[in-house]
T-cell receptor
Framework: AQSVTQLDSHVSVSEGTPVLLRCNYS??????LFWYVQHPNKGLQLLLK??????LVKGINGFEAEFKKSETSFHLTKPSAHMSDAAEYFC??????????FGTGTRLLVSP | DSGVTQTPKHLITATGQRVTLRCSPR?????VYWYQQSLDQGLQFLIQ???????AKGNILERFSAQQFPDLHSELNLSSLELGDSALYFC?????????????FGPGTRLTVL
């Protein structure tokens, strides 16, 4: 079965500093991996996806993630945090029949 | 705006009652998925429909059921409601091909059971 583990429940950064949200995955076959963001009282928005093409994936709003098979990781990064990045971030793996398996989420806090 | 619509936005009801949540997928999408987001369980997949047929089941209770209609909209029916059913229910849709796995989420329906 596919699963993801988000290693931090909360991450706090200052505006303008780099962001790193960590995710490890478990999959019995080559996975499709995603990062979704959820702003307060809003729905889920796709940030980026990996589907076995380039291992470095660029997404919206300056986010990117690198697929590392040897480490079974798919960490999300951004060079410089903005106040508007404060939200809940979910690492997601695609399970059978395209159903999505969500991690427990990482709340990103950005201070001025 | 993802193109997926859900109604109602909020629903407040009492234990033992039955409610229906409605979802309209993006134009052209054949797959509809339902997810539940609660504080204790996180985000969980409930059920998937593809072009009117049930495709996959997740952690969906027997008190819950869903269907997808010929016009591709979907309804999630929750019956004999319990306090623990209070959650945010999301609908998502994905593209025409079975291989398409990028899902677009609606804004959700927040269900409160009192």
């Amino acid at each position: 079965a596919q699963s993801v583990t988000q290693l931090d429940s909360h991450v706090s950064v200052s505006e303008g500093t780099p962001v790193l949200l960590r995710c490890n995955y478990s999959s019995s076959y080559s996975p499709s991996l995603f990062w979704y963001v959820q702003h307060p009282n809003k729905g889920l928005q796709l940030l980026l996806k990996y589907t076995s093409a380039a291992t470095l994936v660029k997404g919206i709003n300056g986010f990117e993630a690198e697929f590392k098979k040897s480490e079974t990781s798919f960490h999300l990064t951004k060079p410089s945090a903005h106040m508007s990045d404060a939200a809940e971030y979910f690492c997601v793996v695609s399970g059978g029949f395209q159903k999505l398996v969500f991690g427990t989420g990482t709340r990103l806090l950005v201070s001025p | 705006d993802s193109g997926v619509t859900q109604t109602p936005k909020h629903l407040i009801t009492a234990t033992g009652q039955r409610v229906t949540l409605r979802c309209s997928p993006r134009s052209g999408d054949l797959s509809v998925y339902w997810y539940q987001q609660s504080l204790d369980q996180g985000l969980q997949f409930l059920i998937q429909y593809y072009n009117g047929e049930e495709r996959a089941k997740g952690n969906i209770l027997e008190r819950f059921s869903a269907q997808q209609f010929p016009d591709l909209h979907s309804e999630l029916n929750l019956s004999s409601l319990e306090l623990g059913d209070s959650a945010l229910y999301f609908c998502a849709s994905s593209g025409a091909g079975l291989e398409s796995n990028e899902q677009f989420f609606g804004p959700g329906t927040r269900l409160t059971v009192l």
